[in-house]
């Protein structure tokens, strides 16, 4: 028979991170400046349909 505590692995690949966990550390950088684009859009749209 067997021992249960074995682990049967098709082979060990590589650790690669998420795009998500990639971006997450940048949060506090990424949502103001975006925000700000996004601001100055809606400013600059309005602006120009008036």
């Known amino acids: ?3 249960p ?3 049967h ?3 060990d690949e590589p650790y690669q991170p998420d795009g998500v966990e ?3 550390p ?3 950088l990424v949502l103001p ?7 100055f859009l809606l400013a600059f749209i ?5």
Do not use: E, F, K, N
């Open 22 to 24: 990639a971006i997450v």
């Open 9 to 11: 692995s098709h082979g």
């Open 1 to 3: 028979m067997s021992s």
């Open 33 to 39: 400046v975006v925000g700000g684009v996004l601001m």
């Open 46 to 50: 309005a602006v120009y349909m008036a």
């Open 26 to 28: 940048l949060m506090p």
């Open 5 to 7: 505590d074995t682990h």
